[in-house]
């Protein structure tokens, strides 16, 4: 069964560096998103994706944040200078864009980001 | 904006069945969603409401009503498996199907 990817599975970083996160979606795939997950909370939306750009974003995601897909296969989130409070896990997920599954959207297995 | 409520834990027995409530308040939205997320896993689609009523997927069955601002999920036949955090989530409408979700309950199946 095709399913999301993601690498690393746990990154741990200096507060003030650059940490890129990456996700392979399901191949047919076309509209992507990334969420957050702060330690026993509530899964929270970040940004979506869709033909190469940027659908919407929340308020979370400000100019420290960015998204690209740099080729057929891979999306990545880059946080350009962390902070303490980003520590946490990361989704990337993916949906389909027709279909009985177009309410689904598909997660990946998480980055757990430590920022010491 | 969008706020979904959620209890925070429930406990039940196995074989027993559960309900796990999903209130909210929301400016408009598309349909109601169910994931499941077990510790240390990602969120796993359950079940979706476009529309008021009953869906019924095998053991799950989810419940929304528009005018009641309120859903649930139903869980038959409880295995120790089903141990594991539930979240509503809604689609808003005008979004890029973006999912808001709710706060998450954790469910404990005890033997």
């Known amino acids: 069964e095709p399913e999301v990817t993601q690498t690393p599975s746990h990154q741990v970083t200096q507060m003030g560096q650059e940490v890129i996160l990456r996700c392979v979606p399901i191949?047919?795939?076309?509209?992507f998103y990334w969420y957050r997950q702060i330690l026993g909370q509530k899964v929270e939306f970040l940004v979506s994706?869709?033909?190469?750009?940027?659908?919407?974003k929340s308020e979370i995601f400000d100019d420290q944040f960015s998204v690209e897909r740099p080729d057929g296969s891979n999306f990545t989130l880059k946080i350009r200078s962390t902070k303490l409070e980003d520590s946490a896990m990361y989704f990337c997920?993916?949906?389909?864009?027709?279909?009985?599954?177009?309410?689904?959207?598909?997660f990946g297995p998480g980055t757990r980001l430590t920022v010491l | 904006g969008q706020s979904l409520e959620q209890p925070s834990e429930v406990t039940a027995v196995e074989g027993a069945i559960v309900q796990i409530n999903c209130t909210y308040q929301?400016?408009?939205?598309?349909?109601l969603s169910w994931y499941q997320q077990h510790d240390g896993g990602a969120p796993t689609f359950l079940s979706y409401?476009?529309?008021?009523g009953l869906e019924e997927t095998g053991r799950f069955s989810s419940f929304l009503s528009r005018s009641d601002s309120y859903g649930y999920l139903l869980l038959q036949e409880l295995q120790m498996k089903d141990s594991a955090s539930y979240f509503c989530?809604?689609?808003?409408?005008?979004?890029?199907?973006?999912?808001?979700f709710g706060s998450g309950t954790r469910l404990l199946v005890r033997p």
């Open positions: 997920a993916s949906r389909p864009s027709s279909g009985r599954e177009l309410n689904t959207q598909y």
């Open positions: 191949s047919n795939h076309l509209y």
């Open positions: 994706f869709y033909n190469n750009e940027i659908s919407e």
């Open positions: 929301t400016s408009g939205f598309y349909g």
């Open positions: 409401n476009a529309l008021d």
């Open positions: 989530a809604v689609r808003p409408r005008g979004s890029s199907y973006k999912l808001i």
